[in-house]
């Protein structure tokens, strides 16, 4: 939530006439997201966002995630399209960095969704995932189960530290994914993040869907299990919110019906999808400050929803009824 | 340039409904100024800034700042207009806060303005001198001369290991301005901190003045000294770029002559602008870093401008002809 890359006139002169753009009118340096430096632009009457990619994102992904949003927008989804340079290039080196510019989208991420917005939510993510099903976009997801172990090698002193007696359980978590986790779930283009900061309403509607730098090719349902995560419990506990769980499953089920494979696998999927978050942000919140995050999430959020999934039985704990 | 305070959906619902706005289509925190919190608002098809005080302005001076553009904008300078809430007051208190809601104005703030962009600035100087005359607005500069003997012994030892042998000179500088400092100069209302920062551009006219944070009743003249280091230094170094000084001056007298007083006292005003400067970039410099400050400024460059304007002889010194 910070600007890091400070432009000059000349570098922003050249990024105007690199992507076409009219006269730059409002240049706002904005606070969104905690990886990238965001700027609002204003040029020639159109509104756009002009990010500037920092170290925490590998740019080689950067044709995936742009690609994808690029493909979603065309097929009418309310993604951000990205602005191509003069010749074509989805992105432009600036002072010694990699920025894009996207089209701007309306809306505001309400901080609490309340559960009509989060049935919207829900039928967005499945339109993500059938309209990018055969896009050919592949990438693999480098914040996978194949990963987990490896990050909790790294930050479990720590997170023994922050909650005494944590680790044993998340052992037992690793031993039962490297069981139990499923194999052959339908599976696509996922957004891997999508929580309530990552979308945009107007009112109740979806009007964005933004911010696809975690983006991979996984299971559909981890990407509902994440939003299950994200949006349904209350805050700071294990509490899970039924009247919002069911409506998040009804709106992505209004739009692409859940497998009965799928529904079995969610309490695991959302076990799964609990860890990497709880991982995650150990390993951020280990991170001595160098003041590149400005507010560090509590890891503990994560470790209380890990229990709830423990103890869930079907996707009927779930709220689907 | 940081977000510092995070409203919930039910305080933004407050402040739409306390301030009259529309239903809000896009809110954005904004990295603007250093002190306080700012949101880009879209409201109503209406664009505002909603700015939350930080514990850096003193609360009881809001009225006097805000009156201040309010005023301005009502004679016609591009000023923002503050929008007083349904009950007519000029700020909200939010979150234990309190907060303003003011029209957005259009432009940006070039990092490196040329000698057209100093004229004009000139200009929109002068104008809001001219216009503010008669207001009735009062308030004493607590950053003025009065105060620079205090702040200097808060941080003369912090100056001296950071620039050694740099108190010496500073010390024969409030000697000076102790016994040469004007003493019946024009004076009315000022901004007291116009940097290229707090002007806006559309091309080469002034499209906005913005952050009346610091302004004051004082010397017109001291406010054009304030400029003169602001606009006309070139980057970290004493060499005073007498284009710009010209032109700076030039803008200003198009609209406001200077008396031969005034002209007599720029070298010593734009001295004590100077080691104003110095001294509040001395004070954040020394401060432990509690994340509040992203990006200190180096107090040097304002000791390396002090000794030209201990070399100056006279305003043709900063290029007036």
Redesign the interface.
Known sequence: ???YT?L??EDLETVRIAFGLG??????????GVQNTNY?V?AGGERHILTIYEKMVDVSDLPFFLGATEMAAKLGLPTARPIRTQSGEITLQIAGKTCSVCTFL???S???PNATQAKSAGAALAKLHLALADSGLNRSNDLGPNAWPVLWDKCKLGAEQLETGVGKAIEADLADFAQYWPKDLPSGFIHADLFPDNVLF??NEVSGLIDFYFAATDFFAYDLAVMLNAWCFLPLGREFDLTKGRALIAGYESVRKLSDAECAAIPILARGAALRFFLTRMMDWSRPDD?SI?TKKDPREYSARLAFHRAAKSIMDYGRV
Chains 1, 2 share one sequence.
Do not use: Q, S, W
């Open positions: 939530m910070a600007v400070i000059t006139d006269e730059i009118n409002v240049i706002k340096g904005i606070a969104e609002y204003e309306n809306g505001i309400p901080r609490n107007l009112g003041g400005v």
